[in-house]
């Protein structure tokens, strides 16, 4: 194999000058950054990436015999499972491309984790998480390890850490024993799919479940709400009644007081409106033992989801629930959202059948969702 090292100001330049030089079949055998002289006012960090281009074999004629065959068509296979493994190494590389210098920094360090960071930056989690992710996970990691084997322990490290900070929980199942209906509302921004997914869970809760359901909604600003949310209620043989004051919650919750659950459908606002949120937390905290849940798009830029959900946090929700992963293959954010305001996940919807399209996951199941590895759950 010819081998040679080139140094550029950053891993893309290295890169574009490998592929100008070398080719398109050359590999990347090692990357490491060289800090800067600290005497030389004007030096700058560079990138030093070592790579290599196979030679191919002299020939000698066609008098070959069958072993000769039998090793060239292994020598073929293994060829072509590491123009796999490269093709597989550009693609991570061109994901992390325009990334900041953590990234670059984090590669320099640890080239071993490209695949695993380009897994996460695709999914849509933040540089930032991702970064601290993968430098946990390289805390213990043995140096002297095969890089085969290092890649292996680092993708069940990160894992690890992923699950560690997922939480989940069952909010709706059949153990109250207090004699009360569980009184359930849900929050969130406008378009959010809160009246959705709440006739979804009635549907599981009251069909599949077979509890008894009753509806509530309290949102008295966008037209045809209560109409929407009567009309699936209708279908489903339950009750269903509007209160938009403090006196007609209670009333509601009396007429509801044989249920086992009773969820509450809020008006969407933006998260900038304090006035309105105002009004609906003071409804919805007026002692009637109310459990929380923040419905939350994961169409939604990142930062609009951490501003809602900042915004949203006056209520002290109980859980997040995560809507519309199927309009986007950027689910990664939920792992961000988790880490920003630390709450178990209740459910995910993904589709807009009812009952059919919400899933109430386990933790294994929502890191697949959030990688982007499947959608389908076990309600």
Known sequence: MNKKIFRAANIQEALANIKEEMGGDAMILSTRKIPRKPLDPYAKDMFEVEAGVAVAPATGGDNTSKGDVAYKKKGDE???ASLKGDISEIRDMISIAGFGSGIQNILCSHFESVGVLASFLRAGVSERLAISLIERSMERLDPDLEQSQRIRILKKN?????LDRLEVKDFFVRNNYSGVPH?????GPTGVGKTTTIAKLAALLSLKRKMKVGLISIDNYRIGAFEQLK??????????????????LACALERMKTMDVVL???AGHSHYD???LDEILQLIKSDFGISVHLTLSVTAESINMKEAASAF???NPDTYVFTKIDETKRCGKILDQVNELNLPVSMVTNGQKVPEDLIVPDKQALLRIILGKGSKGEA
């Open 78 to 80: 293994d060829l072509i």
């Open 158 to 162: 990160v894992m690890a850490h992923c």
């Open 183 to 187: 009184v359930a509302a849900f929050v």
């Open 231 to 248: 009309a699936y209620a209708s279908i489903m043989g339950l009750l269903c009644v509007p209160a938009f004051s403090a006196q007609d």
């Open 264 to 266: 509450i459908d809020t």
């Open 274 to 276: 304090k006035k309105k």
């Open 313 to 315: 946090s006056v209520f």
